[in-house]
C-alpha cells in the first residue's frame, strides 16, 4: 500500500494583543489624542521582546508605547481599524476627526474588517519558513470587544492568540 507523506511541521502565526502604555487620560488628563503619561513612559521602558510586525492604531499612546519601548521588530504598520472606540472622550479622537462617538454598528463593522485584515495577514506570513509573531498595540475597550472577552486590560497587558483561533 502506497501512503502519502505529509509535513507535520505546522507553522504559526501568534497575535500579541497588548493595550497601550498609561496615557494622559488615564489619569484625568483628556487632551485631544492623548499621548502618554510620565509613568506611561516608564511602562513602555519596561518592555521587551521581538517581533516581526507591529501594528499600530491611529492613536499617538500606541506609537509612543512603541517608541518608548525596548521591542525589536521588523516592520511597522498603522491601521486605523484598530483605534478605541469612540465613547465621548476627546483623547480617543485624532486631529482632524469631528466625531467623538461611534455606534455599536461602526464598532462592529470595524472589529469585523480589522479580523479579516488580520487573517489575510496571517496567511501571507504563513508562506515564511518560521512561526510569526505579530505585536498588535491598541486599546482595553477595542481588544475586550474584538476578542470577546470579559474584562479589560490594564496598560501594557497582552493577550496571545493563535491566528487559528482567532
Known amino acids: 500500500m502506497n501512503s502519502i507523506e505529509t509535513n507535520t511541521e505546522q507553522k504559526n502565526v501568534f497575535f500579541y494583543f497588548m493595550r497601550h502604555a498609561q496615557s494622559l487620560a488615564n489619569i484625568g488628563q483628556n487632551t485631544l489624542n492623548s499621548p502618554l503619561s510620565p509613568e506611561g513612559i516608564l511602562q513602555a ?73 488580520l487573517k489575510n495577514l496571517a496567511l501571507t506570513m504563513l508562506e515564511k519558513d518560521k512561526d510569526v509573531n505579530i505585536l498588535i498595540i491598541s486599546h482595553s475597550e477595542f481588544i475586550r470587544f474584538l476578542l470577546d472577552m470579559d474584562r479589560y486590560l490594564y496598560n501594557c497587558e497582552f493577550v496571545v492568540k493563535n491566528s487559528k483561533n482567532l
Open 45 to 117: 521602558s519596561k518592555l521587551v521582546g521581538n517581533v516581526d510586525i507591529v501594528i499600530l492604531s491611529g492613536l499617538k499612546r500606541t506609537r509612543q508605547t512603541l517608541e518608548y519601548s525596548n521591542i525589536v521588530y521588523n516592520n511597522t504598520m498603522v491601521v486605523p481599524l484598530c483605534n478605541e472606540i469612540k465613547s465621548g472622550s476627546i483623547s480617543d479622537v485624532i486631529e482632524n476627526d469631528t466625531e467623538l462617538e461611534e455606534t455599536y454598528f461602526s464598532a462592529l463593522s470595524r472589529k469585523t474588517n480589522f479580523k479579516i485584515f
